[in-house]
């Protein structure tokens, strides 16, 4: 039971009359990108920041190779199927051109990338790459080589901000209690979302035509850190201020998490700015490491040939989006981010990646991989 429901009524229904203590936990929506909206987005065309054997096309070039496509609401990004590849498999990543700090991000998927050497993600980044890990990482959807048959939420972040290895309020499992990025094999603290048979990754998700899932990053002095809710797509179980046409959205009624990182206190300032990305790497710094334990070399041998010489492998290679919102306005006058790092930035002042740091970053990340094989 919560408070407000043993106040007296008179008492209670004076503070309904107060918005700004009866709204404490309301986000406004402030953007949404359906279908075309997302030709809008960058379309990142350098060397992937983290190896993997994919030449990421600029829109054109993918539009042309019908790697994307948008038809209404929907809105399409694939892994080239051509059946060999051999200077790396083309694919896409994109990355909303505004960054965004404390709110609520919901995304409708119907379909997430599987297979073999696949490492997809639906994440928040530094707009700053080239200071990565300054300013923070949140991993909202993730597998590799589909290892885990659940979704995977993880945090990488600059300082040794921790988690605890069990944590009441989610119905997800802790793996890794660090999210420190420095850690040997950089996992970052992760949650995996598998407290719940409603299926959050997979052949299931998708023939169960995807699903709503929403991210809240509140970093203020009363926020919650980073909590992750997932719903199968039906108008049924959502709850109503999900349903489309919706503009505003109050995370505490939706009930318990399947992830709670109470990092507010502790690890706000490594949180600034974000970009949301979506992408699909192969191979890489994760899925060729992963690669014999996940069991896909038995069927494929390495993960390098996989993509050299299998394309009919990458059929079930795309994501397959039907709406984004952001709603980063609110969250209670209490909540607004107290972070140095977090403040709402413009796309004209964001910093271009510059490949050669990219790379020197990834070096780093290479070789604490490679004194693991
Ligand atoms: C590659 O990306 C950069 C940065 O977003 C952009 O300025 C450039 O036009 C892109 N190149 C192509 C060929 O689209
Ligand atoms: C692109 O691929 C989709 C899905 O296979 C198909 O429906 C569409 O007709 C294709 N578009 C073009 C221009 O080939
Ligand atoms: C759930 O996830 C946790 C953390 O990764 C793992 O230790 C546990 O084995 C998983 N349980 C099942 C049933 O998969
Ligand atoms: C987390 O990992 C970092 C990098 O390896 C390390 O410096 C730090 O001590 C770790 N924190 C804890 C609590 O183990
Ligand atoms: C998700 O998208 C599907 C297909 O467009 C739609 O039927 C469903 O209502 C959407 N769900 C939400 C919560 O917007
Ligand atoms: C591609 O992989 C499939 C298994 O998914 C296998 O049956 C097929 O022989 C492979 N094709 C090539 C050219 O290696
Ligand atoms: C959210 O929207 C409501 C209804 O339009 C409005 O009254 C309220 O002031 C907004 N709150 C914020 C923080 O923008």
Same mark, same amino acid.
């Given at each position: 039971?919560?408070?407000?429901?043993?106040?007296?009524?008179?008492?209670?229904?004076?503070?309904?009359?107060?918005?700004?203590?009866?709204?404490?936990?309301?986000?406004?929506?402030?953007?949404?990108?359906?279908?075309?909206?997302?030709?809008?987005?960058?379309?990142?065309?350098?060397?992937?920041?983290?190896?993997?054997?994919?030449?990421?096309?600029?829109?054109?070039?993918?539009?042309?190779?019908?790697?994307?496509?948008?038809?209404?609401?929907?809105?399409?990004?694939?892994?080239?199927?051509?059946?060999?590849?051999?200077?790396?498999?083309?694919?896409?990543?994109?990355?909303?051109?505004?960054?965004?700090?404390?709110?609520?991000?919901?995304?409708?998927?119907?379909?997430?990338?599987?297979?073999?050497?696949?490492?997809?993600?639906?994440? $928040?980044? =530094?707009?700053?790459?080239?200071?990565?890990?300054? #300013? @923070?990482?949140?991993?909202? !959807? *993730?597998? &590799?080589?589909?290892?885990?048959?659940?979704?995977?939420?993880?945090?990488?972040?600059?300082?040794?901000?921790?988690?605890?290895?069990?944590?009441?309020?989610?119905?997800?499992?802790?793996?890794?209690?660090?999210?420190?990025?420095?850690?040997?094999?950089?996992?970052?603290?992760?949650?995996?979302?598998?407290?719940?048979? $409603?299926? =959050?990754?997979?052949?299931?998700?998708?023939?169960? #035509? @995807?699903?709503?899932?929403? !991210? *809240?990053? &509140?970093?203020?002095?009363?926020?919650?850190?980073?909590?992750?809710?997932?719903?199968?797509?039906?108008?049924?179980?959502?709850?109503?201020?999900?349903?489309?046409?919706?503009?505003?959205?109050?995370?505490?009624?939706?009930?318990?998490?399947?992830?709670?990182?109470?990092?507010?206190?502790?690890?706000?300032?490594?949180?600034?700015?974000?970009?949301?990305?979506?992408?699909?790497?192969?191979? @890489?710094?994760?899925?060729?490491?992963?690669?014999?334990?996940?069991?896909?070399?038995?069927?494929?041998?390495?993960?390098?040939?996989?993509?050299?010489?299998?394309?009919?492998?990458?059929?079930?290679?795309?994501?397959?989006?039907?709406?984004?919102?952001?709603?980063?306005?609110?969250?209670?006058?209490?909540?607004?981010?107290?972070?140095?790092?977090?403040?709402?930035?413009?796309?004209?002042?964001?910093?271009?990646?510059?490949?050669?740091?990219?790379?020197?970053?990834?070096?780093?990340?290479?070789?604490?991989?490679?004194?693991?094989?």
């Amino acid at each position: 039971m919560t408070k407000s429901t043993i106040l007296p009524l008179a008492l209670s229904g004076l503070l309904a009359l107060q918005p700004w203590l009866a709204s404490a936990a309301t986000w406004n929506q402030t953007s949404s990108f359906y279908g075309q909206d997302f030709y809008k987005w960058d379309f990142f065309n350098q060397t992937d920041p983290t190896n993997g054997l994919v030449r990421y096309l600029p829109l054109a070039n993918a539009k042309y190779a019908n790697l994307t496509y948008a038809e209404g609401n929907t809105f399409v990004m694939k892994v080239d199927t051509v059946e060999q590849a051999l200077d790396g498999r083309q694919s896409i990543r994109i990355s909303s051109p505004d960054s965004y700090s404390d709110g609520v991000y919901v995304l409708n998927v119907s379909h997430v990338p599987l297979g073999c050497s696949t490492w997809p993600a639906f994440w $928040t980044v =530094t707009e700053n790459l080239d200071n990565w890990p300054v #300013g @923070g990482e949140i991993d909202i !959807m *993730e597998n &590799a080589n589909d290892e885990f048959a659940s979704n995977l939420v993880s945090l990488h972040t600059k300082s040794s901000c921790t988690i605890p290895s069990s944590i009441s309020d989610q119905t997800g499992m802790v793996a890794y209690t660090n999210c420190s990025a420095y850690t040997p094999e950089n996992t970052g603290c992760r949650v995996e979302m598998n407290g719940t048979s $409603t299926p =959050t990754w997979g052949t299931k998700l998708n023939m169960a #035509g @995807g699903g709503v899932i929403a !991210m *809240e990053r &509140a970093m203020g002095s009363t926020g919650s850190g980073v909590r992750v809710w997932y719903w199968a797509n039906d108008q049924a179980t959502l709850p109503s201020d999900l349903k489309s046409g919706s503009s505003s959205v109050d995370p505490s009624t939706w009930g318990t998490p399947a992830v709670h990182f109470d990092v507010a206190d502790n690890c706000h300032s490594d949180f600034g700015p974000h970009k949301i990305t979506f992408d699909i790497t192969l191979c @890489g710094d994760w899925a060729a490491q992963s690669y014999i334990s996940s069991g896909c070399a038995a069927t494929y041998g390495a993960c390098s040939s996989q993509v050299a010489y299998n394309g009919s492998s990458y059929s079930e290679a795309y994501w397959e989006i039907q709406g984004l919102r952001v709603f980063a306005t609110g969250g209670g006058n209490d909540n607004s981010a107290k972070s140095p790092n977090t403040h709402i930035a413009t796309t004209s002042g964001s910093a271009k990646v510059s490949p050669f740091l990219v790379g020197l970053g990834t070096a780093i990340l290479g070789l604490a991989a490679a004194t693991l094989a």
